[in-house]
């Protein structure tokens, strides 16, 4: 597509309940990054997926939070039994692998809100 | 780890002024981005500084990196009210190619510009 895609574009959602993000990037680019924005963190870094290959889980907030790639396309993120905390709104960006030159295109995002 | 301080966070200036904001990091980097977003939007990417010495203009705006000082700055040439909203800048601090450590995020700029 022309630019990324997330959805849903906001999320209410009861506590202890799961909820799934979804992120499309743009079409050719492997490299795919989740974000986090809330007032009090700022902006964090997630996860990042090049193309097919196993993430790195190190930066997800908790053993809550999940995130998948399938087909080297379309991500997933994953997030179980949510609590208040989790409320953020959640970025996904896109790049071409090899090209940070570029920079990174985000997608709109989805607000969450755990009440 | 690596941290990027923004100064200031918040800035109110009058149309016709000029001012600087102020992005400092603690680790070698000679990859750093600026950002926009405006109020309930996502991202939007402004300049993409890639080497010691690199300016780049668009507008009113001007970006500059010295990395030997882990320093960039945002340059804002008589400022009109279109330009308020919150800059970001980011550093890409990874080692690894492919930017697979994210970016990390200074707090924000929060620019009100007033008539």
């Known amino acids: 597509g022309a630019g990324v895609s997330q959805s849903p574009s906001n999320k209410v959602t009861e506590k202890g309940k799961d909820v799934e993000l979804r992120c499309d990037p743009i079409s050719g680019h492997t490299a795919l990054y989740w974000y986090r924005q809330s007032l009090g963190q700022g902006l964090e870094f997630l996860i990042y997926f090049q193309g097919n290959s196993a993430p790195d889980k190190s930066g997800l907030p908790s053993d809550r939070f999940s995130a998948e790639r399938t087909g080297g396309s379309v991500s997933t993120l994953t997030i179980q039994r949510t609590q208040q905390e989790d409320s953020a709104v959640y970025l996904c960006?896109?790049?071409?692998?090899?090209?940070?030159?570029?920079?990174?295109?985000f997608g709109s995002g989805t607000r969450l809100t755990v009440v | 780890e690596l941290k990027v301080e923004q100064n200031p966070l918040f800035l109110s200036m009058q149309e016709g002024k000029n001012y600087t904001i102020y992005c400092n990091y603690s680790?070698?980097?000679?990859?750093l981005y600026w950002y926009r977003q405006d109020p309930g939007k996502s991202l939007e990417s402004l300049f993409v500084?890639?080497?010691?010495?690199a300016v780049k203009q668009e507008g009113r705006l001007m970006a500059s990196l010295d990395t030997k000082a882990r320093l960039s700055t945002l340059h804002i040439t008589a400022a009109v009210h279109d330009l308020s909203a919150t800059y970001f800048c980011?550093?890409?601090?990874?080692?690894?190619?492919?930017?697979?450590?994210?970016?990390?995020f200074g707090k924000g700029t929060h620019l009100i510009i007033q008539p």
């Open positions: 500084l890639l080497s010691n010495g």
């Open positions: 980011a550093v890409d601090g990874g080692d690894s190619g492919g930017g697979a450590d994210g970016l990390t």
């Open positions: 960006a896109s790049s071409l692998w090899g090209s940070r030159n570029y920079g990174y295109t």
């Open positions: 680790t070698t980097s000679d990859r």
